[in-house]
Every structure is written in structure tokens, then in C-alpha cells.
Antibody, heavy 120, light 106 residues
Framework: EVQLVESGGGLVKPGGSLKLSCAASGFTFTTYGMNWVRQAPGKGLEWVSTISSSGKYIYYADSVKGRFTISRDNAENSLYLQMNNLRGEDTAVYYC?????????????WGQGTLVTVSS | DILMTQSPSSLPASVGDTVTITCRAS??????LNWYQQKPGKAPKFLIYAASRLQSGVPSRFSGSGSGTDFTLNISSLQPEDFATYYC?????????FGGGTKVEI
């Protein structure tokens, strides 16, 4: 069974940093691209970032480029999102999602999400 | 960026109805169109990829069609568990973009 478990969310002040983690199990992690997708309270889905299966290809939404860094540890079956210089508009539930293939594309399995609140 | 526009934003319906949700892309995306279902407080669920291919385990009352810029999601014989918000997404290129969502409600 595919499982994705996010952690690391919480309350942080504007300008602060936070690192999200996603522990993956139930599939061959090294075969799939991985994604972060967020959802602000009461709003729709927003794609944040994708990392290819090997980590060679990385993509970001313009809204987070230069502030967020996606990474993965294939030995530990883990995905990360380092978030720096956080803003109020980054407040959202952040979902870790498995890609349907090795690169960017649809997301076929999702974690339960972790809430990030940016507020003073 | 490719803009995805869904309509309607809200869709009143009853159990047993057949409903249609429309998604339009701001440029041609071939069939790189996916659909998700989300219930309140839950993660999205992957329904359809490549415009018309049903993800494993998704009931056959769900169907998708379209290519280029215009796409539809059809749900026939609506069941109580189908009342949710539906999102389209293009995966033609980055940034991946979602539609604004369609809430199917009683």
C-alpha cells in the first residue's frame, strides 16, 4: 500500500523558515517523481514543486522560486521542502504527492497534508 | 502559464443525476488533462489522467473526454459519495496548473 506521511508543519513568523518532510513507503521510491502541492484555507489546489525520480530535474512555481528548495533522499525514501523567507500567502496545507511517472505529471497518491501557518 | 478555467464553480445535483463539469485550457494541451476529487478535510483523489483514462479503482460512472483546449468530466448516476469538489489539472508543461474547482453539492 502506498503511504505518504508529511511532517514539519507549524506556526512560523513572516521571514522565517521551515522544512517539511515526507516519508514514503509501499512503492519503489526511486522510480517516481515527487511533488509538493498546497492549498490555502478555503482555496483551490496550487502546484508548488516537482523533483524527478533521480533528482536531476527540478521545477518550481514562480510564487516560490528562489525561496523554496525541493530535495529527496532516495536511500531514505524521503522527500523534503525547505521553505525560507516565508510570507503570509504561503499559509496552506502542504501535500506530498507521488507523480504518475518519473518526471512531472499527474499526482496519483497524496499524503494527508501538513499545515503551515505564517503569522506574527 | 497555462490557465485552466472550470465551469460551473458550483453544481447543485441530486442522487441519480448525471452531471457534466467543463474545463478549458488557455492553450492547447493535447490530452494532458487530469481530474481529481476532493472531499472536505481530505487529500485529493486521482480520478482520470490523459483526459479519458480512468485511474485504477475509480468507478466507471466517472468518464472524461476532450482534447486540445476543451475537456469534460461526466459523472453518471450520481452517488452520495460523489458530492465533493472536482479539480482539473494540466500536465502539458510546468508550471502545472489546476482549475478553480467545481463543487458538486446537494
Amino acid at each position: 500500500e502506498v503511504q505518504l506521511v508529511e511532517s514539519g508543519g507549524g506556526l512560523v513568523k513572516p521571514g522565517g523558515s521551515l522544512k517539511l518532510s515526507c516519508a514514503a513507503s509501499g512503492f519503489t521510491f526511486t522510480t517516481y517523481g515527487m511533488n509538493w502541492v498546497r492549498q490555502a484555507p478555503g482555496k483551490g489546489l496550487e502546484w508548488v514543486s516537482t523533483i524527478s525520480s533521480s533528482g536531476k530535474y527540478i521545477y518550481y512555481a514562480d510564487s516560490v522560486k528562489g525561496r523554496f528548495t525541493i530535495s529527496r533522499d532516495n536511500a531514505e525514501n524521503s522527500l523534503y521542502l525547505q521553505m525560507n523567507n516565508l510570507r503570509g500567502e504561503d499559509t496552506a496545507v502542504y501535500y506530498c504527492a507521488r507523480g504518475y511517472n518519473w518526471n512531472y505529471g499527474p499526482e496519483d497518491y497524496w499524503g494527508q497534508g501538513t499545515l503551515v501557518t505564517v503569522s506574527s | 502559464d497555462i490557465l485552466m478555467t472550470q465551469s460551473p464553480s458550483s453544481l447543485p445535483a441530486s442522487v441519480g443525476d448525471t452531471v457534466t463539469i467543463t474545463c478549458r485550457a488557455s492553450q492547447s494541451i493535447d490530452t494532458y488533462l487530469n481530474w481529481y476529487q476532493q472531499k472536505p478535510g481530505k487529500a485529493p483523489k486521482f480520478l482520470i489522467y490523459a483526459a479519458s483514462r480512468l485511474q485504477s479503482g475509480v468507478p466507471s460512472r466517472f468518464s472524461g473526454s476532450g482534447s486540445g483546449t476543451d475537456f469534460t468530466l461526466n459523472i453518471s448516476s450520481l452517488q452520495p459519495e460523489d458530492f465533493a469538489t472536482y479539480y482539473c489539472q494540466q500536465s502539458f508543461g510546468t508550471p502545472l496548473t489546476f482549475g478553480g474547482g467545481t463543487k458538486v453539492e446537494i
